[in-house]
T-cell receptor, first 115, second 112 residues
Framework: AQTVTQSQPEMSVQEAETVTLSCTYD???????LFWYKQPPSRQMILVIR??????QNATENRFSVNFQKAAKSFSLKISDSQLGDTAMYFC????????????FGKGTRLHILP | DVKVTQSSRYLVKRTGEKVFLECVQD?????MFWYRQDPGLGLRLIYF???????EKGDIPEGYSVSREKKERFSLILESASTNQTSMYLC???????????FGPGTRLTVL
């Protein structure tokens, strides 16, 4: 069975700083997807970034980038130039390739961006 | 844009009541999911459905049932609500092999 572990329950950083959220996972699969989802306070969960395991290049979306270490089963999220609007709960997630799109989520990291 | 809507943002029910949580998506997605979200536990899958009238149990199906009579609508049913079912309930949908789930705004259910 797959598991996803986020070791930082809560973090706080000053606005404009760079912050890294950690995630490790366990799987015996060779092909899969990894995600970071963001859930702002009282708002809808949205996808931040997605990484395909067979791609060696780390995914990047504007200020968000990942450090994907397949051998170490590590998938961290880096937020550069953090903004107040980045305050949210962040979930790391794993999806095995298949037809049902089931996702396994970590327990989340609550990130506070301080003015 | 994909839109997933849930019938209520906040709901308060009494122990023993039958509770219906409704979820509707407008993107013709085959797959739909119900999760509950609790502090420190993340999101846990209750049930999912990959087609009309098809359903499969997730990790924590006890005390819940689901119904999917139409492709766009997926209902979560608490047959006899209990206080330990007080939680945030999230619905999601996806198209097969699109490799992304789209979430609704959530329903915060309180059972007294």
């Amino acid at each position: 069975a797959q598991t996803v572990t986020q070791s930082q329950p809560e973090m706080s950083v000053q606005e404009a700083e760079t912050v890294t959220l950690s995630c490790t996972y366990d799987t015996s699969e060779s092909n899969y997807y990894l995600f970071w989802y963001k859930q702002p306070p009282s708002r809808q969960m949205i996808l931040v970034i997605r990484q395909e395991a067979y791609k060696q290049q780390n995914a990047t979306e504007n200020r968000f980038s990942v450090n994907f270490q397949k051998a170490a089963k590590s998938f961290s999220l880096k937020i550069s130039d953090s903004q107040l609007g980045d305050t949210a709960m962040y979930f790391c997630a794993f999806m095995k390739l298949g037809v049902d799109d089931k996702i396994i989520f970590g327990k989340g990291t609550r990130l506070h961006i301080l003015p | 844009d994909v839109k997933v809507t849930q019938s209520s943002r906040y709901l308060v029910k009494r122990t023993g009541e039958k509770v219906f949580l409704e979820c509707v998506q407008d993107m013709d997605h085959e797959n739909m999911f119900w999760y509950r979200q609790d502090p420190g536990l993340g999101l846990r899958l209750i049930y999912f459905s990959y087609d009309v009238k098809m359903k499969e149990k997730g990790d924590i199906p006890e005390g819940y049932s689901v119904s999917r009579e139409k492709k766009e609508r997926f209902s979560l049913i608490l047959e006899s609500a209990s206080t330990n079912q007080t939680s945030m309930y999230l619905c999601a949908s996806s198209a097969p092999q699109r490799n992304e789930q789209f979430f609704g705004p959530g329903t915060r259910l309180t059972v007294l």
